[in-house]
Antibody, heavy 123, light 107 residues
Framework: EVQLVESGGGLVQAGRSLKLSCTAS????????ISWFRQAPGKGLEWVGF??????????KYAASVKGRFTISRDDSKSIAYLQVSTLKTEDTAVYYC??????????????WGQGTTVIVSS | DIQMTQSPSSLSASVGDRVTISCRAS??????LNWFQQIPGKAPKALIY???SLQNGVPSRFSGSESGTDFSLIIDSLQPEDFATYYC?????????FGQGTKLEIK
């Protein structure tokens, strides 16, 4: 079964850090760009960033709201992508989802989503 | 950034109805428009990419259309499992952006 499973969320104080994981199974992980999206409570979907295929250089790109604080990486040998979230703010409170995308541009949509992991940032 | 505006924000309909959800882009995005369905408490599910192509496994009662910068998601013969929130997403340029969502409720 094609699957993405996020983990690592939790309750954390503002200013601290957390590392989220996205573990893939059922497909060739290295063939896909992995993206992170988030959804604040009661709000819509927001793009966080992505890490491209290692074979294409593993390019990363981030939303302006998280650039400099969040870092996305991948380990193809383990089929895991990571989202390191640092200098957390209360407005980073959200469910964080990872997705896969074969094109690197979302032209074919993100056809597989994880179940999400919740990050709550307290002041 | 490209703004995506969905209408209506919420919609009440009955099982068996045909509904249309609209999404307008603030500038041309060609056909780089995706649709997602989200049931409360669950992850989004991909429905349509490229404005009108169905993702694998999506029922044929879902369809998408476009006219310039206006896009539509049409659901024929609503089923109980279709009551959810729907989001459009432009994939034309970075950053990718979403509409604010349309909540489809049972009448």
């Amino acid at each position: 079964e094609v699957q993405l499973v996020e983990s690592g969320g939790g309750l954390v104080q503002a200013g601290r850090s957390l590392k989220l994981s996205c573990t893939a199974s059922g497909f060739t992980f290295s063939h896909y760009t992995i993206s992170w999206f988030r959804q604040a409570p009661g709000k819509g979907l927001e793009w966080v960033g992505f890490v491209g295929r290692t074979g294409d250089g593993g390019t990363t790109k981030y939303a302006a709201s998280v650039k400099g604080r969040f870092t996305i990486s991948r380990d193809d040998s383990k089929s895991i992508a990571y989202l390191q979230v640092s200098t957390l703010k209360t407005e980073d409170t959200a469910v964080y989802y990872c997705t896969r995308d074969p094109s690197g541009t979302y032209a074919y949509g993100m056809d597989v989503w994880g179940q999400g992991t919740t990050v709550i940032v307290s002041s | 950034d490209i703004q995506m505006t969905q209408s209506p924000s919420s919609l009440s309909a009955s099982v068996g109805d045909r509904v249309t959800i609209s999404c307008r882009a603030s500038q041309s995005i060609s056909s780089y428009l995706n649709w997602f369905q989200q049931i409360p408490g669950k992850a989004p599910k991909a429905l349509i990419y490229g404005a009108s192509s169905l993702q694998n496994g999506v029922p044929s009662r879902f369809s998408g259309s476009e006219s310039g910068t206006d896009f539509s998601l049409i659901i024929d013969s609503l089923q109980p499992e279709d009551f959810a929130t729907y989001y459009c997403q432009q994939s034309y340029t970075s950053p990718t952006t979403f509409g604010q969502g349309t909540k489809l409720e049972i009448k």
